[in-house]
């Protein structure tokens, strides 16, 4: 296919996908609009339409909690209340003091808005500036709630949610579950939508299900406030804090684009790069792991510890990540994208969900990371992959990480948003050597 009919398909998918003001994640599964998702569909919709990429970003940002907080879900009033488990009713946002008029879930995800509002700006910087002074209050606030409210203590903020991270079965969250007792019976009044359309072999169990539901009723019980007591689950996640640093450095950016001080910003990136080198890194593993309540290291490699490469890091920690991608955990290529989890790995699964499947957004912001520490060859092998995986199959929710074929859903939009921005930022190929013809 060539790069002009995907980028046309890619676009067709986000406009189906469109919904007044934000884009659903898929019409069928995702019918409302997710936090995280909402930044790299805005990411997408920057070169489609920067107009769509600012309300992705201000419809989001319109459903803000009073203490900052960007909520992992914010609920659709036209959608049936129970097209999607759980629903609004499940979390009762309308029942807490802060929460917007708008329903939404209780809990956030990993913080990669600042960065999207960024791009969308970068896409149309004339009339980028005033949406930059709208947005930035808010994305500052965002940060603030979580380096306030989930501060770890040691430079690092925590998730209180596996659906917090966004790789919501990883394995590295499996030890910190097992301290969740719940009984599946918990599950008997709800029904689970999912699996009337993924496969149950692809989503989580029905023991995971129990234990999110319970996460979430002790955290709603306390009034989703963050206070002793108020959380049955903690986790720092090496993705979670890159990206929250990540966007610091954009909000550095956006800052200095419209006057505000800048240099707080830095210093907030730097101090979070640097607890993540020294608490998340492990040398002798050569990667970034997820870490326990008590600040242990959970040694599992999931992508989510490829992630810090968006940072500034010692030369020496990009040369071992780069290396742990291109051996057997990770084995970078040009067909598949990376997997989620470790190939090799005792948790390993092809088709479950985070534990396993190839996913796009993850894949690009290893990208990224590859880029901005100048390892284009491995670079190109990554966009390679993840063009060859949407080309092939569509654009899938995820990818079996050894075949490249299909699962989940079709037409989600993150895998769609993301494409134009593979095919906008392909280095031009290097000029080949003329053949010079005997004489
Ligand atoms: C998945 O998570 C939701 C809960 O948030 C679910 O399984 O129902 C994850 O892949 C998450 O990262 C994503 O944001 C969400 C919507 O695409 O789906």
């Known amino acids: 296919m060539r790069d002009a009919d ?68 914010v609920f659709n009033p036209a959608v049936a209340r129970d097209a999607y488990f759980p629903g609004p009713d499940f979390w009762r946002s309308r029942d807490v003091p802060g929460a917007p008029r708008r329903e939404t879930s209780g809990i956030v995800q990993p913080p990669v808005h600042a960065r999207a509002a960024l791009e969308v700006h970068r896409a149309a910087p004339t009339l980028g500036r ?42 590295a969250w499996d030890a910190e579950l097992t301290r969740v007792t719940a009984d599946v019976e918990v599950l008997a ?32 019980d306390h009034g989703y406030r963050d ?25 550095a950016e956006i800052a200095d684009v419209i006057g505000e001080p800048s240099e707080p910003h830095l210093e907030r990136a730097g101090a979070i790069r640097d607890a993540l080198l020294a608490r998340c890194y492990d040398r002798g593993a050569q990667h970034f792991f997820a870490l326990d309540r008590h600040g242990a290291r959970v040694p599992e490699h999931c992508v989510g510890g490829l992630a810090p490469l968006v940072l500034d890091l010692p030369t020496d920690v990009v040369d071992a990540l780069v290396a742990g ?43 990224r990371g590859l880029e901005r520490h100048g390892r284009h060859t491995e670079a190109a092998t990554l966009r390679a992959a993840m063009l060859n995986a949407v080309r092939q199959e569509g654009f899938r929710e995820y990818f079996d990480p050894r075949t490249g074929a299909g699962r989940g859903v079709a037409d989600f939009s993150w895998s769609a948003a993301l494409t134009p921005d593979l095919l906008a930022t392909a280095p031009t190929p290097a000029p080949r050597p003329l053949t010079v013809a005997p004489s």
């Not at 489609?48 to 909520?71: C, F, I, N, T, Y």
């Not at 603030?144 to 790789?167: A, C, F, K, M, N």
């Not at 007591?229 to 450095?249: M, Q, R």
């Open 227 to 251: 206070e002793p007591g108020a959380h049955h689950f903690v986790a720092v996640d090496p993705l979670f804090n890159a990206l929250l640093a990540w966007s610091e450095e954009a909000l």
């Open 6 to 73: 995907l980028r046309r398909e890619a676009t067709a998918v986000l406009l189906g996908n469109w919904e007044r003001g934000h884009t659903v994640p898929s019409r069928r599964l995702y019918p409302h609009q997710w936090s995280w998702d909402s930044a790299f569909i805005a990411i997408g919709w920057a070169h489609a339409s920067p107009g769509h990429g600012r309300r992705e970003l201000e419809s989001l940002l319109a459903a803000q909690w009073a203490d900052g907080r960007v909520p992992q879900i």
């Open 325 to 367: 991608m291109s051996g057997p955990r990770f084995a970078l290529n040009d067909r598949v994208p990376l997997p989620s989890y470790d190939l090799t790995g005792p948790a390993f699964d092809t088709t479950r969900y985070w534990r396993g499947p190839a996913w796009i957004n993850t894949s690009w912001l290893v990208l």
């Open 189 to 220: 009044g709800h029904r689970r939508h999912d699996l009337d359309h993924v496969d149950a072999t692809e989503r989580p169990t029905a023991a995971d299900y129990a234990r999110y539901v319970a996460i979430v009723e002790t955290y709603r």
């Open 130 to 171: 005033r949406f930059l002074r709208r947005v930035y209050p808010g994305l500052k606030a965002q940060h603030d709630y979580l380096l306030r409210h989930r501060s770890d203590g040691d430079g690092l903020v925590t998730i209180v949610h596996p659906w917090e991270s966004g790789q919501d079965n990883s394995p």
